[in-house]
Every structure is written in C-alpha cells, then in structure tokens.
C-alpha cells in the first residue's frame, strides 16, 4: 500500500470535537488520526491551537487528518477540572502570554499572581495587560498600578482602555514583527474587547458584565488564533474563573523573586518561616517590606503545585504497576499457551 502524503499545517483553532488547520492559506476542517489519538497518553499528546501538525488531505483536498504533533517551543498549561485535573494545554509555539485583567471588579491580585506562575513556565514572556482604565476611579489607579507591578516582577505591565484605544498602541508594539501571543484572563476581563480593538473588526463575540462582581459570560467557547493588521497573532481563549496551576518549574521563583531573596536571608537552611529565629521573610512582613497577602498567596502555590505533583508521580507509579502486572499476565498467559501445545498441560506425568 503505498504511503499516504503528509503536508506541515498550523493548528489555528480548537472546538469540541475537531479543529481547524491553515495549509497554504486555506482553513481547512480537520480531525485527528485514530493512531494517533490510540497512542496519545494524555492531553498534552493531542493537538492545541498553535501547533504545527502532519496531516494527510481527503475528500478532494476539503478535509485534513492530524497524524503527528512537531516538537513545541513553548506550551502554556493549567491544571484542568475536577480535583484530580489533568494538565490541560491552552496554546504552544506562543512567545508572549498576556494576563489580561480589568481595572474594574474584576481587579484580582491572587489570581494574577498565579496565571504568572503558569506563564513563567510555559517558556513565554509574560505581559500583564490592564484594561478598562476608564472605569478606574483616579484615586484608586495608582494603588492597582503599584499593587500589579509588585506582583508581576520581571513582566511588562500595560495600562489601557478598549474602548477610547489609550494604551492600544503599546499592545500593538508588543505584537509587531509577527510576534504570536495568548490572552488570558477571566470572563469580563476584557479580552475580546481587545481582541475586536486590535483586529478593526467584530472578530470575536462580546458580553455585558455583571454590576456586582464584574464577571462575563462566556462568550469565547473555543480556541482561535487570529491575524492582526499589525502583523501579530493572538490566540484568544476562554474566559477562566479558576485557574489551577499544573505544574511549576521555575515559575514559582519567577514570580516570587522576592520571596525566595529573602529566605536565602534566613538564619537556618530549611527554616519554614513560622517563627524561627533569625528568619529574614518574618522580619520583612513584621517591617511592612513584605506583605502578608503576598506571603500567603506564595504558600499556597507552593502547596497547590506540590500536591500536583505528588498527584503526578503517583499516576506514574501506579500506571507502572499496572503496565507491569499486565505484562506478568501475558508472560503465565504465553507459557501456558505452549505448555498445552506441547501436550505437557499440568500434570508432570504427561
């Protein structure tokens, strides 16, 4: 059977139950390959927007078959739903991750912090966009201002308004020269608004926001990479209330520089903090240097990514047993197999 042509095709978006490839400028409908969806291990083996993927044409060309995934640059994850969640991919091959988050009700420090940790280690430079600055009290912004920077060391953070487009132009600069970025961000944050801003165009579906708390509905219900006029790509995602971080590798440290500065401060090694002498992360909330908030948000991270992977090496070990216990089955399964061809069965008389 002769072998089945493969072309390199771009994953442009992802929707319940198949995605959408780019190849030679045409969007074509694509599905993945049952091989490839048998071998898959996880979630992390199946295709997500951004990827570059093999795919076999059918049907006159009008159809695509995923049959392989190309070796990702950067992949942003979360932890996904449910108490035992699973990494779920949001983007890959990204080279910033946006942290949009709005200057109104939906002004959240804990949750920015750690959709840092996460952007940190997708490999991606983090940004952290500020929207809806019109609807900022001025007495208030300085203190959002001082408060976001604080939390996100090290990421650029952009103040702006959708709406009147201040601010919109230092987007456009962070996404010029084909830079391909991810927004993220909770519902009412402000992204499709963006999104519509940057792109001149009603590209993606937008929604009132709840008074009380400033929350949206879900307007975005999928993944969607889309060409901006400024020569970037963004890949829009769905609004996030909660936002489990699968993993950390350096992201933690990334995001809690100073934290991690002023234990190597610390009289004793392993000292946790809690009231051991000499320890340099007490003195500094004690002298208002560090804040209790920020303390706090880093233990719990710091909790939360280490039950993940207890959770994850402990998957391993009992898929390894499992593996192992299945192997010994068809090993007595084999040798009794021959036993009987040989005639010799159970009976050592035979």
Known sequence: ?????????????????????????????????????GEAASRLDYPVVGDEVSVSLHDGGAKAVVHGVAARRTLLLRKGLGKDGDAQPLAANIDKVFLVMGLDGNYNIPRL???????????ALPVVALTKKDLCPEAELADRLA??????????????????????????????GGIRCCFVGSSGAGKSTLLNRLAGREAALT???REDDARGRHTTT??????LPCGGQVI????????????????LQNSFPDVSELAAGCRF??????????CAVAAAVASGALTEERLENYYKLRRETERQAQ????????????????????????????????????????
């Open 1 to 37: 059977m002769p072998e089945q042509e493969t072309f390199t095709a771009l994953v442009t978006a992802e929707q319940r139950g198949g995605y959408t490839v780019l190849l030679d400028g045409r969007d074509l409908p694509a599905v993945i390959a049952g091989k490839l969806g």
């Open 113 to 123: 912090e750690r959709m840092l940790v996460a952007a940190w280690d997708s490999g």
């Open 147 to 176: 408060a976001v920077t604080l939390a996100a060391p090290g990421a650029r953070v952009l103040c702006l308004s959708s709406i009147s487009g201040e601010g919109v132009p230092e987007v456009e600069a962070e996404l010029a």
């Open 207 to 209: 929604g009132p926001v």
């Open 222 to 227: 999928g993944r969607q990479l889309y060409q």
């Open 236 to 251: 829009d995602t769905p609004g996030i209330r909660e936002f489990g971080v699968a993993y950390s590798g350096e992201g």
């Open 269 to 278: 090694t392993n000292c946790s903090h809690t009231g051991e002498p000499g």
């Open 311 to 350: 959770r994850t090496d402990l998957k391993k070990r009992l898929e390894a047993k499992r593996r192992l216990r299945s192997f010994g089955r068809m090993v007595r399964d084999i040798g009794e197999t021959k036993r009987r061809l040989r005639g010799g069965g159970d009976d050592p008389a035979k």
